[in-house]
């Protein structure tokens, strides 16, 4: 079996130009993950990626290119301030606090915290310094599953602390003994395992029955599900297409979700999910507010982002401070605050094309002279088309960076109501 995948990836004429688009993306990306049955693509970095389909399967070692693909800059990741469905699972009594320290080859890795919440499984953990683990088996009641894992840098005082999201191909009980095991991490062998007993938090889920059908882009396409609850929002649509040619077409579909008032929702997690006919979005968003009463889809051609030029503004004094990105739009600077040694930029877009919760499918960033980000968080939506992002202040000019774009074509707009 591995030697027809190889086989078969070394046949395949690979678009490199989209491969290299899709690394540059990558670097402002929080998830990084690899998959063994199924590919699983940051958000993002669909558009751009070269994927097998064989017997069914795709290939892992292709969804391993882009594991190495760094985090940006300096940022670490916050989990009150990117996932917010992870802290509340992690503050449900069913979180496993293990603080168990195993040590082998004379590495030291301690399991701190483990929560499961239905669609997730998170390990908080930690080490003397980063090195990089493949793979990370799970095991379930013995048995070993499928699974998918990213791996993020939290902030610690000493040494390096982690977290891993890991997805399960395979449908889980809602109680169950887990073991998570490591065997090699950079080039080293030993055996780093624990084993704990472990139940689904009580997260209040519901599905909600969904019947949207429809064409898109001359694809069939039909929402599949919706699932919500305190933890998170599942949303899947099938499309009835074959999955590689999806994947690696020019005029790759892509969405931005909003709700009813056209405010960005958070989507932590987007998967693609192969079938033998049909390919599967699956967005995973943050949970819901009490205010939202649909979710509105806006599905779109996205551009070709190695085709994509960078425009580099000085940042001026006087506000507001208009910056066009091209026939899609103007981005206005309406206000720079103060805080110590760190300034909160905050900006709204001039377009009638809706921009996701982190300002995709451009990119900004805020440079010194010498082309160094000062980005010191994510940016992330305040409003419609509107966003904030903070960065920090070393003296000299201060420039921003966006990519010109075109006039993206939309393809249908809907909503679904998740009342």
Not at 2 to 25: F, G, H, S, T, Y
Not at 210 to 218: A, E, M, S, Y
């Amino acid at each position: 079996m591995e030697n027809n995948i190889k086989k078969a990836i070394e046949q395949i004429d690979v678009p490199m130009d989209k491969l290299d688009a899709a690394l540059v993306q990558g670097v402002n990306q929080k998830v990084k993950k690899q998959r063994r049955p199924l590919l699983k693509i940051a958000l993002g970095l669909v558009a751009t990626l070269v994927i097998v389909l064989i017997s069914g399967y795709f290939s892992s070692g292709i969804a391993r290119v882009l594991a190495t693909v760094p985090i940006l800059g300096n940022l670490y990741y916050t989990i009150e301030e990117q996932d917010k469905g992870l802290q509340i699972a992690l503050s449900d009594a069913n979180k496993v606090v293990l603080n168990e320290s195993v040590t082998s080859a004379g590495v030291t890795v301690t399991f701190e915290e483990i929560v499961y919440d239905g669609e997730r499984l998170h390990v908080i953990f930690s080490m003397d310094e980063f090195r990089d683990i493949y793979p990370l088996n799970v095991f379930v009641d013995g048995y070993r599953v499928n699974q998918a894992e990213s791996s993020r840098e939290l902030e610690s005082d000493t040494g390096y602390r982690g977290l891993w999201e890991i997805d399960i191909e395979e449908e889980l009980p809602d109680a169950f003994l887990l073991t998570i095991q490591i065997r090699h991490m950079r080039g080293i062998e030993g055996d780093w395992q624990v084993t704990t007993p472990i139940e689904k938090v009580n997260n209040h889920e519901r599905i909600i029955t969904v019947h949207q059908k429809g064409k898109i882009d001359g694809i069939d396409y039909e929402v599949d599900e919706l699932k919500i609850s305190d933890t998170g929002t599942v949303l899947k649509v099938r499309f009835f297409e074959d999955a590689l040619k999806i994947a690696v077409s020019d005029d790759r579909i892509a969405a931005t979700i909003t709700d009813q008032k056209g405010v960005p929702l958070n989507v932590v997690d987007f998967d693609m999910i192969a079938e033998e006919k049909a390919l599967i979005y699956q967005y995973r968003l943050e949970p819901l507010a009490p205010d939202v009463k649909a979710l509105a889809l806006q599905f779109y051609i996205e551009p070709n982002f190695a085709e994509l030029k960078e425009i580099n503004k000085l940042l001026t004094h006087k506000q507001p401070q208009r910056i066009s990105f091209g026939k899609i739009g103007k981005l206005v600077v309406t206000d720079v605050v103060e805080q110590g040694d760190l300034r909160k930029l905050r900006f709204k877009v001039e377009s009638d094309f809706a921009f996701d919760y982190s300002f995709s499918p451009n990119n900004i960033d805020v440079r010194n002279h010498a082309g160094e980000s000062l980005k010191t968080d994510f940016v992330h939506a305040v409003g419609p088309n509107e966003y904030e992002l903070t960065y920090q202040d070393v003296g000299g000019d201060v420039y921003i960076r966006l990519l010109k774009m075109p006039k993206l074509k939309v393809l249908e707009r809907f909503e679904l109501a998740v009342e």
